[in-house]
């Protein structure tokens, strides 16, 4: 079931991925309106982290478009912000927490120019926001991962975007993180901010978000969570009733077949 | 000695001149080398530095002369022709990264000494001094030739300087990069051939061959001394500004020495002080902190056994003799290292002695009550949170006891309730 909205904030167009030949996401079509927490939900190998860089134009996509603010990415590049995993980046490097937090300001004041004494006042606001301005000067290899993942989340703040894309931003946390992170959606959602959330977890999806797009390698479901989050649903993403699109995958992986005729 | 004052003074032209390259091009490589480091490319310097030798080659084949400026473009073009090779070579066959930078390294540097040869043989008059190439002579660098290399190390300073920020925040989070719309492709286009113009600037003084250690060398030794990047940067143009003078000084006292393994060795020196000196990173404060460590394990043990020897008859700062304290079952410890940890018990007052017999005092009884508490107070812990049979919990016990904090402790009586018996049923001592 596929809900679709009028004036969407994020439309995604007939979305074909594939890493080599091999498709990992197939047919994706759907739309989010703005202000909402939209969750991104799937098993494991679902494509929910190639979606989100897809979207963020990390990754081409062999068929299909993206349109933010019903332009493409690079036109509104400064309202969207982007939440990469944690684990993508190596803790051990030479940088402090507010270090990390002012690249978000990096993409305003382009490439040469250095931040200033504004951005850092932005900077210890974010870090204030999610709790973490005792630990401004704290090398960032002696973070807890919670810890790091609360600087990530204020690195994104301090970009002051509009449309917000977080990359499993609950996972290995702990729960006080979890609690202060989703306060902190609610509060930017209800000041008009777009959130997408991609999360694993089934029982806390429900709680989390208003709209949910249901995921596993083609799009199962998205809309509100109350309309299209069923037993139903669930079932179809989580089922594993899937072989047959693997298969031909596997098929055009091997023999070496473009995902498109020409 | 009067040679080296003759070289700090800068008295002579000539020493001037090589002095002042040789510490701008080592510099201006170090500061290159760390963002190079730091994105985990070092092995590609590497590659980089040994593939410029064709070049040198092969622009002194075609202008038949020493021409700085031929030989310079020559090196620019191959190094890069190595850098597209390995990324060819990467993208479109099944031979991973490593390997194509080892492929790479070697054809281009074979090629290059093929080359070489050929030359040599060829009885060309103006070939002699091209094999300083291989290994450097700060002696060559003068007049022009020197005004060239200064110019090109200024314009690395300068543009890495400049692209501090983005060289930083590409290494350390190149999706975010992409994601702010930096332009993450130019930028490592920039990097490399920064690369390249670093190593093309290094060959006359270090050489082709040794060119990449004094591109990682000091980076890697900075790496160990500081966790802010600016610092560290700031600390490998240190280390291998110092290496530069080093080497120039060498080869200017013994003028037989090549200047490049001589930098090299000196800026290995200072990474290797690094690896083993460095305040908390090295080796041996490490080590010093272990065995800090098991300094106060030792002491604490002893003082715990005059506890449980007092428990048997509840005279606990009755005098003890060396065999009752020193029965090697019940320490764990050697008696030796039992002896020792007495003595600096001694010196602490906490223990005082009569030539033949130990006993506690006050304060080290205090001292005594505490580390046997915090280890009931662990086992107790153990067995009620963690579900741990109470004739499991000793030895975690042993280790947790002495590092348990103030704070921790009332933490932990919090939680257990303030109890008065551990899992064995034994009294837990409050002070």
């Not at chain 2, 602490?348 to 005092?361: A, I, M, N």
């Given at each position: 079931?596929?809900?679709?909205?009028?004036?969407?904030?994020?439309?995604?167009?007939?979305?074909?991925?594939?890493?080599?030949?091999?498709?990992?996401?197939?047919?994706?079509?759907?739309?989010?309106?703005?202000?909402?927490?939209?969750?991104?939900?799937?098993?494991?190998?679902?494509?929910?982290?190639?979606?989100l860089?897809?979207?963020?134009?990390?990754?081409?996509?062999?068929s299909?478009?993206?349109?933010?603010?019903?332009?493409?990415?690079?036109?509104?590049?400064?309202?969207?912000?982007?939440?990469?995993?944690?684990?993508?980046?190596?803790?051990?490097?030479?940088?402090?927490?507010?270090?990390?937090?002012?690249?978000?300001?990096?993409?305003?004041?382009?490439?040469?120019?250095?931040?200033?004494?504004?951005?850092?006042?932005?900077?210890?606001d974010?870090?204030?926001?999610?709790?973490?301005?005792?630990?401004?000067?704290?090398?960032?290899?002696?973070?807890?991962?919670?810890?790091?993942?609360?600087?990530?989340?204020?690195?994104?703040?301090?970009?002051?975007?509009?449309?917000?894309?977080?990359?499993?931003?609950?996972?290995g946390?702990?729960?006080?993180?979890?609690?202060?992170?989703?306060?902190?959606?609610?509060?930017?959602?209800?000041?008009?901010?777009?959130?997408?959330?991609?999360?694993?977890?089934?029982?806390?999806?429900?709680?989390?978000?208003?709209?949910?797009?249901?995921?596993?390698?083609?799009?199962?479901?998205?809309?509100?969570?109350?309309?299209?989050?069923?037993?139903?649903?669930?079932q179809?993403?989580?089922?594993?009733?899937?072989?047959?699109?693997?298969?031909?995958?596997?098929?055009?992986?091997?023999?070496?077949?473009?995902?498109?005729?020409? | 000695?009067?040679?080296?004052?003759?070289?700090?003074?800068?008295?002579?032209?000539?020493?001037?001149?090589?002095?002042?390259g040789n510490?701008?091009?080592?510099?201006?490589?170090?500061?290159?080398?760390?963002?190079?480091?730091?994105?985990?490319?070092?092995?590609?310097?590497?590659?980089?530095?040994?593939?410029?030798?064709?070049?040198?080659?092969?622009?002194?084949?075609?202008?038949?002369?020493?021409?700085?400026?031929?030989?310079?473009?020559?090196?620019?073009?191959?190094?890069?022709?190595?850098?597209?090779a390995?990324?060819?070579?990467?993208?479109?066959?099944?031979?991973?990264?490593?390997?194509?930078?080892?492929l790479?390294?070697?054809?281009?540097?074979?090629?290059?000494?093929?080359?070489?040869?050929?030359?040599?043989?060829?009885?060309?008059?103006?070939?002699?001094?091209?094999?300083?190439?291989?290994?450097?002579?700060?002696?060559?660098?003068?007049?022009?030739?020197l005004?060239?290399?200064?110019?090109?190390?200024?314009?690395?300073?300068?543009?890495?300087?400049?692209?501090?920020?983005?060289?930083?925040?590409?290494?350390?989070?190149?999706?975010?990069?992409?994601?702010?719309?930096?332009p993450?492709?130019?930028?490592?286009?920039?990097?490399?051939?920064?690369?390249?113009?670093?190593?093309?600037?290094?060959?006359?003084?270090v050489?082709?061959?040794?060119?990449?250690?004094?591109?990682?060398?000091?980076?890697?030794?900075?790496?160990?001394?500081?966790?802010?990047?600016?610092r560290?940067?700031?600390l490998?143009?240190?280390?291998?500004?110092?290496?530069?003078?080093?080497g120039?000084?060498?080869?200017?006292?013994?003028?037989?020495?090549?200047?490049?393994?001589?930098?090299?060795v000196?800026?290995?020196?200072?990474?290797?002080?690094?690896?083993?000196f460095?305040?908390?990173?090295?080796?041996?404060?490490?080590?010093?902190?272990?065995?800090?460590?098991?300094?106060?394990?030792?002491?604490?043990?002893?003082?715990?056994?005059?506890?449980?020897?007092g428990?048997?008859?509840?005279?606990?700062?009755?005098?003890?003799?060396?065999?009752?304290?020193?029965?090697?079952?019940?320490?764990?410890?050697?008696?030796?290292?039992?002896?020792?940890?007495?003595?600096?018990?001694?010196?602490?007052?906490?223990?005082?002695?009569?030539?033949?017999?130990?006993?506690?005092?006050?304060?080290?009884?205090?001292?005594?009550?505490?580390?046997?508490?915090?280890?009931?107070?662990?086992?107790?812990?153990?067995?009620?949170?963690?579900?741990?049979?109470?004739?499991?919990?000793?030895?975690?016990?042993?280790?947790?006891?002495?590092?348990?904090?103030?704070?921790?402790?009332?933490?932990?009586?919090?939680?257990?309730?303030?109890?008065?018996?551990?899992?064995?049923?034994?009294?837990?001592?409050?002070?």
């Amino acid at each position: 079931m596929i809900v679709h909205t009028q004036e969407p904030i994020l439309e995604v167009h007939d979305l074909m991925v594939t890493y080599g030949r091999k498709p990992v996401l197939w047919g994706v079509d759907f739309t989010l309106p703005s202000g909402c927490i939209a969750g991104i939900v799937g098993p494991n190998g679902a494509g929910k982290s190639t979606l989100l860089k897809t979207i963020m134009g990390l990754i081409t996509p062999s068929s299909g478009y993206i349109k933010l603010f019903d332009r493409s990415l690079d036109e509104v590049r400064s309202q969207v912000s982007y939440v990469p995993q944690r684990e993508s980046v190596d803790w051990d490097f030479p940088v402090s927490v507010l270090d990390v937090v002012l690249m978000g300001r990096y993409g305003k004041v382009g490439l040469l120019r250095n931040t200033g004494p504004r951005d850092r006042d932005i900077a210890m606001d974010c870090l204030d926001k999610v709790g973490m301005s005792a630990y401004t000067k704290r090398q960032i290899s002696q973070l807890s991962g919670g810890q790091q993942q609360r600087v990530f989340l204020a690195r994104a703040l301090a970009q002051e975007a509009d449309l917000y894309f977080m990359d499993e931003p609950f996972a290995g946390v702990d729960a006080a993180t979890e609690q202060t992170i989703i306060a902190l959606l609610r509060e930017m959602a209800s000041a008009g901010k777009t959130i997408v959330v991609v999360h694993h977890d089934l029982q806390s999806a429900r709680a989390y978000f208003d709209w949910i797009v249901l995921l596993n390698m083609h799009l199962v479901a998205a809309g509100p969570t109350n309309e299209v989050f069923t037993e139903e649903t669930i079932q179809q993403a989580y089922g594993g009733r899937l072989n047959l699109l693997s298969q031909v995958g596997d098929v055009m992986e091997k023999r070496a077949f473009p995902s498109r005729e020409r | 000695m009067e040679t080296l004052l003759d070289f700090l003074t800068l008295s002579d032209p000539n020493v001037r001149y090589v002095v002042l390259g040789n510490v701008l091009l080592s510099s201006s490589a170090a500061m290159v080398g760390a963002f190079i480091l730091l994105q985990k490319k070092a092995l590609i310097g590497d590659a980089v530095s040994h593939a410029v030798l064709p070049g040198i080659c092969a622009a002194f084949l075609f202008s038949g002369s020493k021409n700085i400026g031929f030989m310079l473009s020559g090196a620019f073009v191959t190094g890069w022709l190595a850098l597209l090779a390995i990324d060819y070579i990467t993208a479109h066959s099944k031979v991973k990264k490593d390997a194509a930078i080892g492929l790479v390294l070697s054809v281009f540097f074979g090629v290059g000494m093929v080359m070489m040869t050929y030359i040599q043989q060829s009885g060309n008059a103006a070939q002699s001094g091209l094999d300083h190439f291989l290994f450097g002579k700060a002696a060559t660098l003068v007049g022009t030739d020197l005004l060239i290399f200064s110019i090109l190390a200024v314009v690395l300073l300068v543009v890495v300087g400049l692209f501090f920020k983005s060289f930083t925040l590409v290494a350390f989070d190149r999706p975010y990069a992409q994601a702010l719309g930096y332009p993450v492709r130019k930028l490592d286009l920039l990097l490399t051939s920064l690369t390249v113009l670093a190593v093309v600037t290094g060959i006359t003084a270090v050489g082709v061959v040794l060119m990449a250690a004094m591109l990682i060398t000091p980076a890697a030794a900075a790496r160990y001394w500081t966790n802010n990047i600016r610092r560290m940067v700031w600390l490998a143009v240190g280390f291998g500004a110092f290496a530069g003078l080093a080497g120039a000084y060498i080869s200017y006292a013994a003028p037989a020495m090549p200047t490049g393994p001589w930098m090299v060795v000196v800026s290995s020196a200072i990474a290797f002080f690094s690896f083993f000196f460095a305040p908390t990173k090295g080796i041996v404060p490490k080590m010093y902190t272990q065995h800090k460590n098991q300094r106060i394990i030792a002491e604490e043990n002893t003082l715990k056994r005059f506890y449980h020897l007092g428990e048997r008859n509840s005279h606990f700062l009755g005098l003890r003799n060396a065999d009752e304290l020193f029965a090697k079952d019940e320490l764990n410890a050697s008696s030796s290292s039992s002896r020792a940890a007495l003595k600096r018990l001694a010196t602490k007052k906490l223990v005082v002695s009569d030539g033949q017999q130990w006993r506690l005092t006050d304060i080290g009884w205090q001292k005594a009550t505490r580390i046997v508490r915090l280890h009931r107070l662990w086992e107790l812990y153990l067995t009620k949170y963690m579900n741990i049979a109470a004739d499991h919990v000793h030895d975690d016990a042993e280790t947790i006891e002495h590092i348990i904090t103030p704070e921790l402790e009332r933490e932990l009586e919090h939680q257990l309730g303030y109890p008065d018996k551990d899992p064995h049923n034994t009294e837990i001592p409050k002070i």
